[in-house]
Every structure is written in structure tokens, then in C-alpha cells.
């Protein structure tokens, strides 16, 4: 099964925490609103479009409206295969986790 | 039809956005449904200006000022709310084909909202501070599914068109 990179996997997980709305714009303001980041919508669509080619994620053709200039939205869900790999990549951290300790942080 | 005196009238957050919608669609500005203490009919004759005064989360203060329709300057108000063309132009040149409308449906939903609450001005700013950072990953993009030289002919022809 391929790897999933750190952006890739929080992308992931917020296109599951937006399901079924998730798309670039949703996706960048649930990324800046949990990790306090604030990625470009170019780096948005180009992390989806390397999970879109790994099959993780499936692109569905949405709605256009006014405010977007006429333009559509492309929604993105996670494939069965994306939500397998997501949830691999989450426990190997999960595992990593466990019972690591960290040193008191000085203020 | 008769104007309130005094013209600030509050809105609904979803009849901002619709009233946003009209805006950049060009449709005209009269047909915004306002529920307020004025009477404002849907056909009245007359198109309103509307300026965001004080935006909040929920409601939004606009002021509403009443035009005859043959006094108001339609292409000002385009003027006023479409994002800089020459900023989606470079996203058409280096977007992959696949993703150039998704790209810019979102950089013009950015600018919309940016609009209403911040002003032209920074939402100006804002746009050309977006677009600059999109469009190296978007070309890294269609490099990386195109290949170099493909990418680099496919830049060179929509440059040329």
C-alpha cells in the first residue's frame, strides 16, 4: 500500500471530518481552523490531486454558484482504499505514540 | 415607494450572501429581497447601492442608497467585485486544464467573502497573496502529470492564445 506524507494524511482527515462537502475551499478553512496553518489553495489541490492518483480519494463534480463566478466545485470523498490507508498511517502513529514521554518543557 | 429615513437596514447572513451573489452576477440589484423595517418592493423601479458598513457574523449593517435604474453605472459595480483578471489569468496559465475552473471558483469565493467583510482594497491584496502562492504548486502539478517539456509547451501555447 502506498504511504501517506503528514499534509497528506491531514487533508484526509479532513475530507472525512467535512464529508460529504469537503472541497478546496472547506478543506482549507477546517485545516487552518485545527492546525492553525493556513495552506494555499494550490497546495490544497495539489496534495488532493497525489492522493486522487494513489486512489485514496474520488472527485465528484458539484454545484456552481454566483459567488464562484458560475464556476463548479469539485468535491472530493475518501475511497474504501483511502479510508484503509488513512486508518494504517493513523495507528502506525497511534503505536508510536504509546508510552512516549516528553521532557518538561522550560518556559 | 417610500425609503426609511433612516436607510441602514439589517439582513439575514444568507440574504448577504445572496445579495453578494447578485452583485458579482450582475443581475440587478433591486431584485434583493430585504426584510427590514423599510417596505422595499421587489420591482420598484429603482436599483439600491449597497455598501457593507459593519459586518458580523450573523447580521450585517448595509447601507442602502436608492438609484434610478438609468443612474447607476452597471460596469462600476463589475469593476468593483470581480477579482483582478490578470491574477486568474496566470492561474489559467499555470493550473493544470483539469483544475483551472475548481481554482478559480475558489480564489473568486475567497475574494466574495473578502470583499463583504474587509474591503476592495484588501481583498485585492488578498487575492494577489493567494494566487502568488497557488500557482507554484499548481504548475509543480502538471509537471509532475504531464512531464517537463509537455508542461512547458502547454504553458508556452495558452500564454501565445
Known sequence: ???????????????????PSAYGISLQKELKVRTGREYSVGTIYAVLDKIERKGFVKPKQGEATPERGGRAKIYFNLTAQGQAALQASLSAIDNLRANTRFAPVMS | MKMPSDSRLSLVADEILEAVGNLRLQTAVANLRVQAHGNLAKDSGHD????????KE?????????????????????KRTNP????????????????????L???????????AEKGLGRAKLLFWVRVARSIGPLFWMKVRNLGLVAALFEFGRRFIS
Open chain 2, 105 to 115: 471558483g475558489d480564489l473568486s469565493e475567497h475574494f466574495v467573502e473578502e470583499v
Open chain 2, 58 to 78: 450573523t447580521s450585517v449593517v448595509l447601507q442602502v442608497k436608492m438609484h434610478s435604474r438609468s443612474t447607476v453605472n452597471q460596469p462600476e459595480i463589475k
Open chain 2, 84 to 103: 483582478p483578471g490578470f491574477g486568474e489569468a496566470l492561474v489559467v496559465l499555470f493550473a493544470p486544464k483539469d483544475r483551472i475552473d475548481a481554482v
Open chain 2, 48 to 55: 439600491l447601492e449597497i455598501e457593507f458598513v459593519d459586518p
Open chain 1, 1 to 19: 500500500m502506498d504511504q501517506i506524507g503528514q499534509l497528506e494524511q491531514m487533508v484526509m482527515l479532513a475530507i472525512q471530518r467535512l464529508h
